[in-house]
């Protein structure tokens, strides 16, 4: 069921889903939508890794806790007032950079979780803005009246290939390592976060997905989805199925967020 926040002059509404799929046995995916302020969040835990259920698991408590121990902090006022769009800028940095050393030293100390790691998109709503915060190959889109934009930029192998040179859609399609992330939580010490901010419209419509949903199901089929079903609880079960239709070869994850008047 939908749950909405108000902020500001604008109510924010959120649904989501998440669902196996239909080759893998464990859900490593960890969706959450958002119970006491504006916040969501989407990991893909690393598939070819150790505990990748727990690592994503792992990079969304920790943001989740992060954000709730620094809500009301007072804006720094020294030696500089930071502007409130610094303020949650860093703060969205911050907490995920904090979930990578977590997970990264929960690995060191547990053979079991060796290795383990995690993609993360997070999006926090304040003050007229978006906030994502992403790491990895899952994505954020928005969709704006009937355009659906990709707002993320996949940190793996094959969009390095697509840099350096073009590549047909076929030469896509039989790409030999799609799944190949290239930043992750928990792999590194450190970890660089892309964080981007805008100011967001009434009728915005954003999704966070898996890869498990936007390698399987065509840009103009996601498009296609919020354009034609309202209902954010209806369309994230939507993409999920068709994800599964397509052969659900992944964990799927869905995560719906709309800017309705208040």
């Known amino acids: 069921m939908s ?3 108000l902020v500001g002059n604008w109510r924010i509404r959120f649904s989501g889903k998440t669902d196996v ?12 939508v958002p119970t006491d302020m504006p916040l969501v969040v989407v990991a893909d835990g690393m598939g070819g890794h150790a505990a990748g259920d727990v690592a994503s698991r792992l990079a969304v408590d920790t943001i989740l806790a992060y954000f709730d121990e620094t809500a009301g902090e007072p804006v720094p006022t020294w030696p500089l007032r930071l502007p409130q769009l610094q303020v949650e800028r860093d703060r969205m940095a911050t907490a995920i950079k904090l979930a990578n050393v977590q997970i990264h030293e929960a690995g060191k100390k547990e053979d079991g979780k060796k290795g383990m790691g995690t993609t993360v998109d997070a999006m926090y709503f304040a003050q007229g803005r978006y906030y ?3 790491v990895g190959d899952s994505r954020v889109y928005r969709l704006r009246g009937d355009r659906l934009t990709l707002l ?21 399609r039989a790409f030999p390592h799609k799944n190949v992330v290239v930043r992750a939580l928990g792999l590194a010490e450190s970890v660089y976060v892309d964080v981007y901010v805008d100011q967001f419209e009434e009728g915005d419509l954003f999704l966070l997905c898996s890869d498990g949903l936007s390698d399987m199901v065509e840009d103009a089929t996601i498009r296609d989805v919020l354009v034609g079903e309202r209902n954010l609880d209806k369309a994230a079960a939507r993409l999920v199925e068709a994800a599964n239709d397509a052969g659900g070869k992944d964990n799927i994850t869905a995560a719906l967020a709309r800017v309705e008047a208040s």
């Open 21 to 32: 799929g239909k080759v893998r046995a464990l859900n490593e995916d960890t969706l959450h």
């Open 132 to 134: 994502i915060g992403h």
């Open 3 to 5: 749950i909405s926040f």
């Open 152 to 172: 993320t930029e996949d940190h793996s192998l094959l969009n390095d290939y697509r840099r350096m040179k073009e590549m047909t859609p076929e030469e896509v």
